[in-house]
């Protein structure tokens, strides 16, 4: 967000003069023409232009902090007070300055006439579901639901993002230590070891003694700071995000990554499904908007027929059941799930079923994991050994 101040003319012809915030020029003026002003001057402010020169960036809105807004929005709203009133009464509570400004916007559309969801929709910080669910909250007069609903989904995604990373954490250190290790042995104890010997020694080391001088002597100081600069500027150069999406998708072909990506989705899909049908979201709509939360684009491309096939009138079970991979256990539980009418309760089973199955598959990953680093670093390790024993044993000239 930019400051930015204004001097307009409103109807009548009178001079009003004041600042806002906007994301750029032609937001703050789209902002002003709704307040039924004209735009005399409008300038970003000293401090806008400063922080913006610099590079300064306002503190990011993290899914903790929706999740904390949307509980508090839920508990106030409970408690009987009006949107607007709660949403005021948050903001002065609220310590991520991002969070704070964003409300403020939001609090003045809501009292300018326009509806909650918009409100919210405009900000950029709520996605489609979440604005869905606020939309039909609305439309039925109960938005503490419609934010506890919210406040459960990103509950879900936070403890789910933290579940990986535990998971992940062990290996990693592993892997770094591993290479540390490996970096402190070729930089300072490898070329102290070959240092006893004259260059006509060198000369008649084996062939493995040869390969780890030329890979101490390669572990330069300077060759690490150009790998660090490479890395960066790649990192700058290519668009990141979607290298890992085109490298998500193809990795549904490696066996055992496989299996975890698609219970991955499907835990995220089926919850997702779960709780917009909880709020009332038609099934066709809640269906649309879950395969778009699909990260994975071959999953996606997969469910995305579906949709038109239910809309002319096929059983919903019929159509699940012929989704290639989609599991035989998800086609099952939708067929009793669309004969009994408790599909919501139905896809909170497939969550639970495909969460479960997620996390061991994790496990699995992290338990392969650790021994192959492990095996990986002892291999490395016996070869420098052995290596250092053979040139001992050349240069000795010991014989057997």
């Known amino acids: 967000m930019t400051h930015f101040k204004y001097l307009c003319v409103d109807q009548s012809g009178k001079e009003i003069s004041g600042s806002l915030s906007a ?20 300038e970003a402010s000293a401090s806008s232009a400063r922080a ?54 939001a609090l003045k559309d809501i009292r300018a006439g326009k509806s909650v969801a918009d409100s919210f929709e405009k900000s950029g910080l709520f ?29 879900f995604q936070i403890q789910f993002r933290a579940e990986i990373r535990n998971a992940l954490t062990y290996p990693a250190f592993l892997v770094i230590a591993s290479c540390v290790t490996l970096f402190v042995i070729f930089k300072f104890i490898i070329p102290r070891f070959f240092t006893v010997f004259g260059q006509d020694q060198l000369q008649t080391l084996p062939f493995a003694s040869k390969m780890l001088l030329k890979a101490s002597e390669f572990m330069d100081v300077k060759v690490f700071i150009a790998a660090i600069v490479i890395a960066f500027a790649f990192y700058k150069l290519v668009d990141m995000k979607r290298l890992l999406h085109v490298g998500y998708s193809y990795a549904l072909s490696i066996p055992m990554m496989r299996t975890m990506i698609i219970n991955l989705e ?38 995305e027929p579906s949709i038109k096939l239910i809309k002319e009138g096929r059983p919903i079970g019929d159509v699940f ?13 939708i067929t009793v799930g669309e004969k009994s009418g408790n599909m919501k309760e139905i896809f909170l089973e497939l969550f639970n079923v495909f969460d479960d199955r997620f996390k061991r598959t994790i496990k699995k990953i992290v338990i392969l994991v650790e ?26 000239n010991i014989k057997f």
Not at 29 to 40: A, N, T, W
Not at 129 to 146: D, F, P
């Open 266 to 303: 499907l835990s995220r899909f089926s919850y997702s499904m779960y709780t917009m049908l909880s709020s009332g979201i038609e099934f066709i709509k809640a269906l649309r908007f879950s395969i778009d939360l699909i990260q994975n684009v071959k999953v996606k491309q997969s469910l």
């Open 52 to 105: 913006g020169g610099l590079g300064f960036k306002s503190k990011k809105v993290t899914e903790a902090d929706l999740y904390n807004m949307a509980r508090e929005l839920s508990v106030l709203l409970k408690a009987g007070l009006r949107i607007d009133s709660s949403i005021e009464t948050i903001v002065g509570t609220v310590s991520n300055a991002a969070l704070r400004e964003t409300l403020t916007n």
């Open 371 to 396: 021994p192959l680093i492990i095996t990986v670093m002892g291999a490395v390790v016996g070869f420098i050994v052995i290596s250092m024993i053979l040139t001992v044993m050349s240069v000795g």
């Open 321 to 333: 059941l012929h989704i290639e991979l989609l599991p035989e256990i998800a086609a099952n539980m």
């Open 127 to 155: 996605n489609t579901l979440m604005v869905s669910l606020i939309r039909v909250g609305q439309s039925v007069g109960n938005l503490r639901m419609s934010f506890e609903q919210i406040a459960s989904h990103l509950q």
């Open 23 to 42: 994301n750029d020029t032609k937001d703050a003026r789209i902002q002003l023409k709704d307040k039924g002003l004209k735009v005399v001057s409008l």
